[in-house]
């Protein structure tokens, strides 16, 4: 893990671009108290298909602007034309944006019928390459567990390092609790020549349902100790929240010491316990 020790630490938040204007109101709360410990950046996801393609513009431009901290859109190409990323793209660097988490995205059910023209987000990052050169500093997803589709996790790294070589110029890991995963992930990816960052993708524990069900979709293990834990603790959400708190505050410790090179917090747009987890880490 000593590649990943050399480069500097650094944190973000992430947010999603919200539908109404109360959740409009609370993002601004939100993001105005994550300003106060200075993060590195804040990014806000997309839509694929570009579901989300105007808000997601007006959200990361806001809060660029309000916050003067520096915001990336996340970008998928999953059901996008180049036309619209081309388009999107130039936006983004004519307004100051400097970095776009690169993603190939996961298409609603329903919008099959259109799967655009770039496939991969190798595919992506390639074309962000070609069209804009060095201009935006390119992050990319990295999944520790395998991500679901692949067909083993020796061909997921390969596509990883497609992505890397294509021009990615960090990495953020799908959220994990297994920290031997991680381990492993990461000590596969030095063994191929990988050397960019690869920072390490956090999801408080809060709600036991919610959890279980997107893990299950994104391929995230919950391990047997904390799904028993959490079962347990029944309709009191004071005492989940609680261990959850402990646990994924222990799991930043643990990475943190292996040497990852920052932690990347998928907020859910809520302060708790993102926050509460970083002071915690005393960092
Ligand atoms: P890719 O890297 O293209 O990989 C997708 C699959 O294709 C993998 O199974 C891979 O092994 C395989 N593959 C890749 N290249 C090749 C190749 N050349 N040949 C054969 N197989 C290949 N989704 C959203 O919709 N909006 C968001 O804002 C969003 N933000 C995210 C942020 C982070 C940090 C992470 C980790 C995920 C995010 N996602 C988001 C989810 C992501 O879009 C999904 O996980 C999606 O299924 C894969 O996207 P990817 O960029 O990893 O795809």
Request: with cysteine; hydrophobic share 35%.
């Amino acid at each position: 893990m000593n590649a990943q020790k050399d480069h500097e630490k650094r944190f973000s938040f992430e947010f999603f671009p919200p539908k109404t204007d109360v959740g409009v109101e609370k993002l601004k709360k939100v993001r105005e108290e994550f300003t106060k410990v200075n993060p590195h950046f804040f990014s806000v996801t997309y839509g694929a298909g570009g579901s989300t393609r105007d808000r997601t513009y007006e959200t990361v431009l806001g809060t660029q602007k309000e916050t003067g901290i520096e915001t990336a859109p996340h970008l998928s190409c999953v059901g996008d034309t180049k036309e619209q990323l081309r388009d999107l793209i130039n936006d983004y660097k004519e307004q100051g944006i400097k970095r776009i988490v690169t993603l190939r995205g996961d298409l609603p059910s329903g919008m099959g019928a259109s799967l655009g023209e770039l496939k991969y987000a190798s595919d992506l990052v390639k074309f962000i390459r070609d069209e804009t050169g060095d201009h935006f500093h390119l992050e990319v997803a990295a999944y520790p567990e395998m991500h679901p589709q692949a067909a083993n996790m020796q061909a997921d790294l390969d596509a990883f390092k497609v992505k890397v070589d294509a021009g990615a110029s960090s990495a953020i890991t799908q959220y994990f609790y297994n920290i031997d995963a991680y381990k492993y992930f990461i000590d596969s990816c030095e063994k191929m020549g990988i050397d960019i960052p690869i920072v390490v993708g956090i999801m408080p524990i809060t709600n036991y349902e919610n959890l279980v069900r997107f893990s299950a979709t994104c391929g995230a293990e919950i391990p047997r100790w904390i799904k028993a834990r959490l079962e347990g603790y029944g309709d009191d959400l004071d005492s989940l929240k609680k261990f959850g708190e402990e646990v994924v505050t222990g799991l930043c410790e643990e990475v943190l010491a292996l040497g990852a090179p920052g932690l990347h917090f998928y907020t859910l747009n809520q302060l708790e316990p993102s926050l509460s987890i970083w002071k915690n880490l005393n960092l």
